[in-house]
């Protein structure tokens, strides 16, 4: 069965320090992987679609990058943050339509 | 542009009292509905996908329905157990990625 993972599981973070959030997914090979954001009280904001090694989509102008170095990995990074990038961050994978989400990374930005 | 709205905002429930909840959807094509369920902290957990009209999808008590403009998750006899946020989420046919709304967060009393 897959399974998705992601680490850290929280985390507190000045302004203007760098950002590495990992997702990696078992059990399935060439996924589509995305990270999405959550803000509370909002919807899922899509920030970032991949289908395969090397291949980034991004939805939303913003001071993140993401990059997806081996199939089943995707990371989201930011050189420094910002008081606005605070909220909870989510990583899914999907072979058809349907996606399956990761438990998540609560960052807060101080 | 893809519309989800989702309705009550907040339901709260007595042990055993049957209800509904309702997502409205704006789509040009659609490709699929999704039903998830959200725990506070984690990341939602995939329920239902529903592909045409008059489709319908069942788990334990829960029971998801689809017309041309909406969706509804029907709660029968909840139990505190049930208490969540559900999302719902629709797919278009000229996309790739979900548009979500903001969700209905039942509280199951006992």
């Known amino acids: 069965s897959q399974t998705i993972h992601q680490w850290p599981a929280t985390l507190v973070q000045p302004v203007g320090s760098p950002l590495s959030l990992e997702c990696t997914v078992e059990?399935?090979?060439?996924?589509?992987l995305y990270w999405y954001r959550q803000a509370a009280g909002r919807g899922l904001q899509l920030l970032f679609y991949s289908v395969g090694i090397g291949q980034i989509s991004s939805e939303v102008p913003q001071n993140l990058s993401a990059s997806r170095p081996q199939d089943r990995q995707f990371i989201l990074s930011s050189k420094k943050l910002l008081l606005s990038d605070s909220g909870f961050y989510l990583c899914?994978?999907?072979?058809?339509?349907?996606?399956?989400f990761g438990p998540g990374t609560r960052l807060t930005v101080t | 542009e893809d519309q989800v709205t989702q309705s009550p905002e907040a339901l709260r429930l007595q042990e055993g009292e049957s209800s509904s909840l309702n997502c409205s959807y704006t789509v040009s094509g659609l490709r699929g509905l999704f039903w998830y369920r959200q725990d506070p902290g984690k990341g939602p957990e995939f329920l239902f996908t529903?592909?045409?009209a008059g489709e319908e999808k069942e788990k334990e008590r829960l029971k998801a329905t689809l017309t041309k403009k909406e969706s509804f998750l029907h709660i029968t006899a909840p139990k505190p157990e049930d208490s969540a946020t559900y999302l719902c989420?629709?797919?278009?046919?000229?996309?790739?990625?979900?548009?979500f709304g903001a969700g209905t967060t039942v509280t199951v009393r006992a």
């Open positions: 899914a994978w999907s072979l058809s339509y349907e996606q399956y």
């Open positions: 529903l592909y045409s």
């Open positions: 989420a629709v797919l278009s046919t000229n996309d790739y990625k979900l548009s």
């Open positions: 059990g399935t090979s060439n996924p589509n």
